[in-house]
């Protein structure tokens, strides 16, 4: 049995996403006083107490537009729903109860669903105060300021009773393989995660920057664990006029440093942007495992093809270690391919390879091409061996390697690349110079030394 689910529902700006960081003690869940900005499910475990645990879920605002946007977010919510054994229903104290509290309240009646009433924002306030809340129809409100931490002991005891057979925690971890899924707004990248799961388990709607966190998701497929992190998508700088959006931008970058193998979706109708060439940038300096999906692939007519093949060359020249994938995210062609690459990819970057293999690959190199002389110094590398994965890092021993070129250091990765069979996948580097055994070591003189040292510097007076 899985663990107990809590979700967090009600009308946007009511404290929701300070709530979720409050019970899972961290910032996973964005918070701001624009409204409406959770859109899609956020997870985590949480121990209420020293053995009980569960899982939390904070969901969007609820409204009552009908605009493209609410209406997904009103989907969302419902999935969220039905995964819940609890559900917290937060109202702003300092609003009081509002035409559309009485609408949701009046839908969260109709599910057979244990549902705790939860006024937040009401510092100072006592419960006598609070009866206006009780119209309702959902029982006692918890009075509490998810902000400040008050009253969160009170709305624990409250939920502690309800929970269904509890099980004791274990900490969270990522599973399997993880995968970020990186892109310009729009581009398709929670339509590709709903494709690859089945399931509309993330917003995706014809309208930029839907997905506003990083959205983590497992799942499993042929035995293989996956983990797939749907992001925000990235504009330029002078496109993000929200704060949220730079705060999206953040947590994106997190989620890269977080992923095994990271998926690049650029739109076929658009090519290839100085924005992409970025975001590769940053995917190849955190040298994660690389894959360039080209999306809506099937909208183009030849020609076209041709010229976004042209541009990728030109552009993505200095990503030349990853592969190129096209495909339709919204009919499914091309998806299923995707997951052989993953695997080899992941086992390339997190491969652990022995040292003799290492050193027969360097006298290789070195007998092709010896290092080349730095400020009239020959460079030596002696031997090489690994020290880390994810990406692959491969420390290098020798004599003056404080400056190696950057010519040879291609030279380098290249052939290790090639002679380990690594798949979408860079490598770094590590060059570490033998230190001197007698730097800063004064010598010390015998008596016959120091003798004959004083004779010479007699002579050498005496000559002048």
């Not at 939390?56 to 977010?73: A, F, Y």
């Not at 996956?226 to 006029?241: E, P």
Request: charged fraction near 25%; glycine fraction near 8%; include cysteine.
């Amino acid at each position: 049995m899985g663990l107990p689910v809590i979700s967090l529902v009600g009308r946007p700006n009511v404290g929701k996403s300070t709530l979720f960081n409050r019970l899972s003690r961290s910032r996973q869940a964005l918070v701001s006083d624009f409204e409406g900005l959770t859109r899609d499910r956020q997870y985590a475990e949480v121990l209420l107490d020293n053995n009980i645990a569960c899982t939390i879920i904070d969901t969007g605002g609820l409204t009552n537009e009908e605009n493209l946007v609410d209406s997904g977010i009103h989907g969302q919510v419902l999935s969220a729903l039905e995964e819940s054994d609890v559900i917290y229903f937060i109202l702003s104290a300092r609003d009081g109860v509002t035409g559309l509290d009485l609408d949701i309240a009046s839908k969260l009646r109709r599910l057979k669903k244990n549902i705790i009433l939860v006024c937040n924002k009401a510092e100072g306030l006592k419960l006598q105060h609070a009866n206006e809340f009780y119209e309702l129809g959902l029982g006692n409100p918890i009075l509490i300021s998810a902000e400040h931490g008050q009253g969160i002991d009170s709305l624990i005891e409250n939920t502690l009773p309800v929970l269904p057979e509890p099980t004791a925690v274990d900490e969270q971890v990522m599973e399997g393989i993880s995968v970020a899924v990186l892109g310009r707004p729009n581009v398709g990248k929670s339509t590709l995660i709903n494709r690859i799961l089945g399931e509309e388990r993330v917003l995706a709607i014809d309208l930029p920057g839907t997905t506003r966190d990083s959205i983590y998701i497992p799942f499993e497929r042929e035995g293989q664990k996956y983990t797939l992190i749907d992001t925000a998508g990235i504009r330029r700088k002078r496109s993000t006029h929200h704060k949220i959006e730079k705060f999206s931008i953040i947590k994106a970058i997190d989620s890269l440093e977080k992923s095994h193998v990271a998926i690049l979706v650029l739109d076929a109708r658009e090519g290839v942007t100085d924005q992409d060439a970025t975001l590769l940038g940053m995917i190849s300096d955190r040298g994660r495992a690389l894959l360039i999906v080209i999306n809506k692939w099937d909208g183009l007519d030849d020609y076209q093809k041709q010229e976004v093949k042209r541009k990728l060359d030109i552009k993505l020249s200095f990503v030349n270690y990853s592969s190129v994938h096209y495909i339709s995210a919204l009919h499914g062609s091309g998806v299923g391919k995707l997951f052989e690459p993953i695997n080899k990819s992941f086992k390339s970057a997190g491969g652990k390879y022995s040292t003799s293999v290492l050193n027969k690959i360097l006298a290789k190199a070195n007998q092709a091409h010896q290092p080349p002389p730095v400020k009239g110094r020959r460079l030596k590398i002696k031997y090489v061996n690994q020290t880390d994965v994810f990406p692959p890092t491969f420390a290098l021993h020798g004599n003056h390697l404080e400056s190696v070129p950057s010519s040879y250091d291609r030279y380098l990765k290249n052939l290790f690349i090639k002679e380990l069979k690594l798949s979408n996948t860079t490598i770094n580097l590590e060059y570490k110079s033998s230190d001197n055994p007698f730097k800063d070591k004064k010598n010390t003189l015998s008596t016959r030394q120091l003798q004959k040292k004083k004779r010479l510097m007699k002579f050498v007076k005496k000559k002048k």
